[in-house]
């Protein structure tokens, strides 16, 4: 078995782009998801290591003295951070010339000839999911008998090897907390709304619905929901409390939990006889019979991606909701004591200054515990990018879809909406949720009630304003 270091790169200060994070950018709030895609592989790679930079403070001198130990680099990279994690593994293959480094991720999943061309020091990038795939290059096998991954050959030339067939029993893939434990300090990551420290791992991959921008369906995860079994999960918490007392929330990071009802609720009922606070993803259309089994088993908080008020900007990103469902799924959820992070896009298809306005109040009528504003991202592989790219809402200079300073950006315009006015309307839109009378309340009871809230709340809101001062700075 190679020596094989799996690599989070170093890249901006605070930037969130690790091998679990949906949408690679700095936060208003800093925020690190745990890096699965990256773990996952590594838990099947005895004696490797992974090195999650950015979330740990790791600069590039230890990290280039880790590549001279090794053998095998696996980098995790992603459409805005490619460049950067060329330039990281340059220097590693500089530091350590016979050392073989590998890309992983939707960007090199999507585009492997280009990756290899722009990549001078990358020897091989993985495409799909890579898991396996990782295990056999680490075993030595020649690059011509490995499936689902496109190489250089000797003569320099790119070779794309057939695909590797998609994995079905996802119970064959071993605990990425086993990795957590041995590599990770879990109090680096930390995500708003989640409890402090917490604990993500995924159940399945693959998601049911169409979304148009939504990145890993559409570029390694697929469309079929693949699942671990109810007793799978429940055994790798068991491991997990045990590895990590300290944690208060798991957070369960498949892209959407509640695609298979009934096997969501006995997930749930394993982990409520464990005594276990639990989250995850979730559509917006659960019935309350679902909820309340979720909640009666330690459920506490549902992250939503409403995206949209308008039904119409709904329909054109195929996102499968009807408005008066989701308002009737977040009422149930008020009254049932299950909290909502709420997620919004600004920019989609179909976006104009009335509809950012409908959001707006939408947003602010279902009163969701907290939100998320993103603007619209248009990740290559998704059909999100295709019409970006076939109607010239996409510029090439906004492609890597965030600045120097690695905070997003807007890059899709319409005739009748600018970069600019899809950029100003995320301030406004936060503004206009939060700073009102029943939530500044509701904000402030919070933190009364509790010492560490309180610590916490001030400190996010110290970064938040120093996050919309970054982006005053980087517009001007």
């Known amino acids: 078995m190679m020596k094989t270091l799996f690599l989070q790169p170093p890249s901006f200060d605070g930037f969130d782009g690790g091998a679990g994070s949906r949408y690679q950018a700095k936060r208003e709030i800093k925020s690190f998801w745990f890096p699965t895609w990256l773990a996952q592989p590594a838990a ?9 930079a950015p979330p740990a403070r790791i600069g590039m001198d230890t990290v280039v003295q880790e590549a ?124 708003g709304y989640l409890m402090h420290p917490y604990v993500s791992l995924y159940t399945g991959r693959g998601c049911k619905s169409r979304c148009t ?113 989701a308002k009737k799924f977040t009422k149930d959820c008020h009254e049932l004591g299950i909290k909502i992070h709420g997620t919004f896009i600004l920019g989609l298809p179909g976006e104009t200054k009335e509809t950012i306005e409908e959001t707006i109040r939408f947003a602010t009528e279902i009163n969701p515990h907290t939100m998320q504003v993103s603007l619209a991202a248009p990740y290559p592989g998704t059909f999100l990018h295709k019409q970006a790219v076939e109607n010239g809402w996409l510029d090439a200079d906004n492609a890597e879809l965030i600045d120097d300073h690695g905070i997003q950006i807007a890059p899709l315009h319409y005739p009748h909406l600018s970069h600019t006015e899809i950029f100003d309307s995320v301030e406004t839109f936060y503004k206009r949720f939060y700073f009102r009378a029943p939530k500044i309340a509701a904000i402030v009871g919070e933190m009364v009630r509790s010492p560490q809230m309180m610590k916490r709340r001030l400190r996010e809101g110290v970064e938040f304003f120093q996050f919309l001062r970054e982006r005053h700075r980087d517009a001007a």
Not at 44 to 52: A, C, E, M, T, Y
Not at 263 to 274: F, Q, V
Request: net charge neutral; with cysteine; proline share 4%.
């Open 68 to 191: 001279r130990r090794h053998e095998l680099c696996v980098i995790h990279t992603s459409t805005p951070s490619f460049a950067s994690d060329v330039r990281v593994a340059q220097a590693l293959k500089d530091a350590n010339p016979g050392l073989k480094i590998g890309m992983v991720g939707a960007k090199v999943a999507v585009q492997p000839q280009e990756s290899l061309l722009k990549g001078a020091p990358i020897d091989f990038v993985a495409r799909n999911e890579f898991d396996f795939t990782i295990k056999e290059i680490a075993e030595g096998r020649d690059f011509a008998a490995v499936d689902g991954i496109s190489y250089r050959n000797s003569e320099g030339v790119v070779v794309h090897n057939k695909d590797r067939a998609i994995l079905e029993d996802m119970d064959q893939l071993p605990f990425v907390t086993e990795v957590y434990k041995r590599d990770l300090r879990i109090e680096d990551y930390f995500i």
């Open 213 to 325: 921008f939504c990145l890993w369906p559409q570029t390694v995860g697929g469309h079929n929901y693949r699942v671990r079994s109810p007793g799978h999960v429940a055994e790798e918490i068991r491991l997990a409390r045990q590895y990590f007392p300290q944690v208060r929330e798991v957070f369960f990071d498949d892209d959407t939990f509640t695609d298979n009802l009934p096997r969501a609720e006995a997930i749930a009922k394993e982990l409520g006889k464990m005594g276990v606070t639990w989250s995850c993803n979730a559509k917006a259309n659960v019935p309350r019979e679902t909820l309340k089994v979720l909640r009666d088993n330690g459920l506490r908080l549902l992250l939503v991606g409403y995206e949209s008020g308008n039904q119409q900007i709904l329909h054109n990103i195929k996102k499968g909701m009807r408005i008066e469902v």
């Open 44 to 52: 099947l790679v005895p004696g490797s290591k992974l090195i999650d």
